[in-house]
């Protein structure tokens, strides 16, 4: 392995050397203590010679023990070679006074002011590289940030007047501070993040030293793989015309706590005409975060003047058994509540907020949200999010945000058999209805007595996501249609991400201001089959309530639905 | 100010630090010139080494200000 461009047991021997130095150097060294401590020095320039040199080896030591301690921690990337350092060097006497490392097994992150000041003396772009590539020192330099050092807050409110290298410098010393400040330009944001990230690789990998085999084991594997690509990997976005553009991960937030939060940018922000921040739906965390960016990565890939944000800065409902368990509000269940929404909105106002500011002047801003994530726009609507374009995309509801607030322009978009159609403008008001009605007729009084039961023993008020988008007077409600060159309608609550359809060119529209294709409901027609069992095989299978289409405008291969500006 | 006595005792050995000192410092550079760190991350670990190399070999300069008896 050569995480460090260096061979781990060449690095080893630097280490060994280096602890070696330092011991020489305290003995060679020591007559100064002694000529300065004796009676023989006389006068006071001879004095003050004396005590500057003490004070030269006392700093000149703790360098060498912080280098000590920066080439051990460097090694933890390399499996197994920080125990051999630790049998080698356990047995070496004071007063070298050892490095913490040399004595345990795993590298406690606490502060190390004398490591994170060795630290300090690198160049940013050097130091990026190193703590990017050692993740116990970036350990260290954010328990030494997480510690109240210096430069931090303060230093945000001024950074208008730093250069590029001092802001970088103080993100990476102070990636606590710097990773969720809103005032600070996305470049140190996101060197912030990856400290964080790396930190939070050193953390993993320790856990995955331990973890006995199983899926615990393998999650933990997982993890350590999504953090290195995050680290090393980078976001490449093929443009229809062949160009190809390549950036390492931008991520404007990280937070591995519970299911994990992350918000990353593709593209150039800096430089982006339209700005995309996308919110996903119910079961979105660390896990699930690949998939989310893999559908809008084309997105991002289609205008180089379009940067997209992939915004998962809160706590999303849990689908079944993502904890290995169904507890009472999972999945549909959890989906239903508004709480998570009501907790997210304020959150991507803000941020919302923050990227308009980061943007160039004149830049517009589209806020999508996916199912769930359409409440979270919702909410964030009601708590002041401003955004020229507003997308619910087979949304759960508008979380009764008015049409136009903020100022945007609000548009719906749900494929006509999508299921989510089951669950938008209900709550349990409609309870008993609405389950009579995705019943078989022979259990309809059943299933309306088991809504009333409902509505009589569940809290309802944090129930269902107010009113159905595509139904809201002044929404512009678009057309999925059909996949290239195919009779295919696109189906289902996520089809319309795949790319080369009717659907993901109207997403793509809203996101870069462009006409888009709007629905003509009158010539469609879909009505619903309720639960029913049907024979499989011989085998009889339970089907759920789902939507059939029984018309569309797109029998007809001439048609294209009417277009009008979306900006 | 006093003249320092320059071949005194204290300050020979002081002297013999500095040279000691001096050596520590190259080994430390040679060390790291024998591993040859290389890459982004190897060489801002070759800054750091350099930064305290250079920590180091001040320090035998402050040893020898000592030994003659000046700041």
């Known amino acids: ?567 | 100010m006093q003249p320092v006595p320059t071949t005194s005792a204290w300050a020979v050995r002081l002297r013999a630090a500095a040279a000691d000192v001096r050596d520590v410092a190259r080994d430390l550079t040679r060390a790291a010139d024998d591993v040859g760190l290389r890459g982004p991350a190897g060489e801002a670990m070759q800054h750091l080494v350099d930064d305290v190399a250079a920590q180091v070999r001040a320090l035998a300069e402050a040893c020898d200000r000592a030994a003659e008896g000046r700041s």
């Open chain 1, 1 to 567: 392995m050569r995480v460090l461009e260096v061979d781990g047991h060449q690095l080893e021997r630097l280490a060994s050397t280096t602890l070696a130095l330092t011991r020489r150097l305290e003995l060679v060294s020591a007559p100064v203590l002694t000529v300065a401590h004796g009676a023989e020095v006389t006068g006071p320039a001879a004095v003050a010679a004396a005590g500057a040199a003490v004070r030269r080896r006392a700093a000149c030591l703790a360098r060498l023990r912080a280098l000590v301690r920066a080439l051990a921690l460097a090694l933890h990337v390399y499996a197994g070679v920080e125990q051999r350092l630790t049998a080698a060097f356990a047995n070496v006497r004071e007063p070298v006074g050892l490095p913490t490392w040399a004595t345990a097994t795993t590298v406690p992150a606490v502060p190390e002011p004398a490591l994170v000041e060795l630290l300090a003396g690198l160049r940013p772009c050097d130091l990026d590289a190193l703590l990017v590539s050692s993740p116990a020192l970036a350990a260290v330099v954010v328990a030494a940030d997480s510690g109240g050092a210096r430069g931090g807050a303060g230093a945000v409110e001024r950074y208008r007047s730093l250069g590029p290298e001092q802001l970088l410098r103080l993100a990476l010393l102070h990636p606590v501070t710097w990773a969720s400040a809103r005032a600070a330009p996305p470049a140190a944001r996101y060197a912030a993040n990856r400290v964080l990230v790396a930190a939070d690789l050193d953390a993993a990998l320790t856990r995955l030293a331990s973890a006995p085999a199983g899926e615990a084991r393998a999650r933990l594997g997982r993890a350590v793989a999504q953090r290195r690509e995050w680290l090393h990997g980078s976001v490449t976005l093929r443009g229809a015309q062949g160009s190809v553009r390549r950036r390492r991960h931008q991520l404007l937030h990280f937070d591995p706590r519970g299911d994990g939060e992350v918000v990353e940018v593709l593209g150039a922000l800096g430089r982006a005409r339209h700005v995309a921040v996308f919110v996903p739906g119910t079961g979105s965390d660390l896990r699930r975060y690949p998939g989310t960016l893999a559908r809008m990565r084309p997105f991002a890939a289609a205008d180089p003047r379009l940067a997209v944000v992939v915004w998962q800065g809160a706590d999303f409902p849990d689908q079944p058994f993502d904890d290995g368990v169904l507890p009472a509000r999972e999945h549909v269940v959890a989906a239903a509540y508004r709480d998570a929404a009501d907790r997210a909105g304020p959150a991507l106002a803000a941020d919302v907020a923050d990227l308009r500011r980061a943007a160039p002047p004149g830049a517009d801003v589209t806020v999508l949200g996916h199912s769930y994530g359409g409440a979270v726009v919702g909410s964030a609507l009601v708590h002041g999010l401003t955004a020229d374009r507003v997308v619910h995309v087979s949304s759960a509801g508008t979380e009764d945000a008015p049409s136009r607030a903020g100022g945007a322009q609000v548009f719906s978009m749900t494929a006509p058999d999508d299921p989510i159609q089951l669950a938008q403008a209900h709550d349990l008001d409609d309870a008993p209805q609405h389950l009579a009605r995705i019943s078989p007729p022979a259990l309809a009084p059943e299933a309306a007595a088991l809504g009333l039961a409902l509505r009589a023993l569940v809290p309802g008020e944090q129930v269902g996501h107010g009113a159905d988008p595509d139904l809201v007077p002044g929404v512009v409600r678009l057309d999925t249609g059909r996949f290239d060159g195919t009779d295919r309608l696109v189906r289902g609550h996520s089809g319309v991400f795949t790319p080369g359809s009717t659907a993901w060119r109207n997403l793509l529209a809203t996101m870069t201001g462009e006409p888009v294709q709007v629905l003509e409901p009158e010539r469609w027609r879909t009505h619903l089959e309720p639960w029913s069992v049907q024979l499989d095989d011989g085998v009889p299978r339970l089907r759920p309530p789902h939507y059939v289409v029984d018309r569309t405008p797109w029998s007809d291969p001439r048609y294209r639905p009417p277009q009008r500006p979306s900006g």
